[in-house]
Structure formats: structure tokens, C-alpha cells
Antibody, heavy 122, light 112 residues
Framework: QLQLQESGPGLVQPAETLSLTCIVS??????????WGWMRQPPGKGLQWIGS???????YYNPSLQSRVTISVDTSKNQFSLKVSSVTAADTAVYYC??????????????WGQGTMVTVSA | DIVVTQTPLSSPVTLGQPASISCRSS???????????LSWLQQRPGQPPRLLIY???NRFSGVPDRFSGSGAGTDFTLKISRVEAEDVGLYYC?????????FGQGTKLEIK
């Protein structure tokens, strides 16, 4: 069945760019039935949607992060990526990738990766 | 942005007893296609979130039937008919009717 796996550095220097990749296995990323999202969860806090992308490359971002976030897709590698620039300690969080089946099916994030902890520190 | 507010933030429950979590949105979650994209997710300690309920009241594959969802418009409820030990964790409602998608603050379900 479909699985998602986040990968990337666990430690990022302040003011640098955080880069993560979500590898999709057991299914194709190239379907208009889905979009692919990034969420994050600071330690001891709740979930925040960062943004989503369709396989076509169309993106949607959270306005609170939009100026610093870029999400891209590589259909040839069946993966999508997240970049957050100019990071601070407030960007320390577990980052999750997930798949949402677009409406009118579930319209919800059905499949999640295990998450990867990213710490911003010098 | 649509603000989603959950109550209570903490819910101590006796095993075998029911539990209920409320989720209220700052505006209607009815999408232009007529559907309401309100979902409930469970997050057990140390685990990623898991989808329980989608479009208000539909149980996702593999979810026990003791979980049920209800509501309409701006007011929604997740109910657990008889709480089991494995239900301990955080519960989130999430709206995907309008960008940016937003989550409730989370409700911590614990056993008394």
C-alpha cells in the first residue's frame, strides 16, 4: 500500500534553509485525485498546515509562512519537497508529509508519513 | 482564515464510558461543491496523526465503529461510545473546505 517517508537534516542553522523530501512508495504521485501536503508540529503543540501541491505543480501555501516556503514536486522520482528559508527556533518541529484525496471523495489527509524532527539551533 | 476551536482541551474518561469532543468553526464549512470537509484525526503518543472520520461522519477504513462523527455547518462532534485504553492520545478536528486548511488545538483524551 501507499507509504510516505520524510527525509532531510535533523539540525539546521538559524537563518539557513530547511529542506525536506517526502518519498512516495507503493503508488504514483501523478494523479489529479490527490494533493500532497506538508504539516508541522512544534514540540508539545498542535498541528499546522504548511502547504500542499498537486502533481501538476499547482501549490497552495499557508499565508503565515508563504513568504518563506516553497513546495515542489518531482514526478520522475515520485517525491515532493519542502523548503523553508530564514529559519528560526520557532521553526523547530516534527514535519509530516501526507496525502489528501480531493473532494468529493474523502477531502482529508488519509495517509501520513512517520514524521521527521527538525531542530533549528547553532 | 477559518478558526477551528475544540472543547474540551482535556478529557479524563473512565474505561468503558463514552467520550465526546466538540469542534466549532468561525464560519460555515460547507464547500461550494456541497460537501463539508471536516475530519477528525487521532494521534497516539509518539505516532503520526491517523484519520478517523472524514466529511463529518464517515469512518475511514479500519476505524472501529465505537467512533462516530456528527454535526453540520459550524458545529461538529466526535463521540467514542465506550473508551478503550488504546484510545488515549490527542484528537484533532481539521477543516479542508477552504485554504488555508486549519486544525483545532487538539483534545487530550486520558484515562481516569
Amino acid at each position: 500500500q501507499l507509504q510516505l517517508q520524510e527525509s532531510g537534516p535533523g539540525l539546521v542553522q538559524p537563518a539557513e534553509t530547511l529542506s525536506l523530501t517526502c518519498i512516495v512508495s507503493g503508488g504514483s504521485i501523478s494523479s489529479s485525485s490527490y494533493h500532497w501536503g506538508w504539516m508541522r508540529q512544534p514540540p508539545g503543540k498542535g498541528l499546522q498546515w504548511i502547504g500542499s501541491i498537486y502533481y501538476s505543480g499547482t501549490t497552495y501555501y499557508n499565508p503565515s509562512l508563504q513568504s518563506r516556503v516553497t513546495i515542489s514536486v518531482d514526478t520522475s522520482k515520485n517525491q515532493f519537497s519542502l523548503k523553508v528559508s530564514s529559519v528560526t527556533a520557532a521553526d523547530t518541529a516534527v514535519y509530516y508529509c501526507a496525502r489528501l484525496t480531493v473532494g468529493p471523495s474523502t477531502g482529508a489527509f488519509e495517509i501520513w508519513g512517520q514524521g521527521t524532527m527538525v531542530t533549528v539551533s547553532a | 482564515d477559518i478558526v477551528v476551536t475544540q472543547t474540551p482541551l482535556s478529557s479524563p474518561v473512565t474505561l468503558g464510558q463514552p467520550a465526546s469532543i466538540s469542534c466549532r468553526s468561525s464560519q460555515s464549512l460547507v464547500h461550494s461543491d456541497g460537501n463539508t470537509y471536516l475530519s477528525w484525526l487521532q494521534q497516539r503518543p509518539g505516532q503520526p496523526p491517523r484519520l478517523l472520520i472524514y466529511k463529518i461522519s464517515n469512518r475511514f477504513s479500519g476505524v472501529p465503529d465505537r467512533f462516530s462523527g456528527s454535526g453540520a455547518g459550524t458545529d461538529f462532534t466526535l463521540k467514542i461510545s465506550r473508551v478503550e485504553a488504546e484510545d488515549v492520545g490527542l484528537y484533532y478536528c481539521m477543516q479542508a473546505s477552504q485554504f488555508p486548511y486549519t486544525f483545532g488545538q487538539g483534545t487530550k483524551l486520558e484515562i481516569k
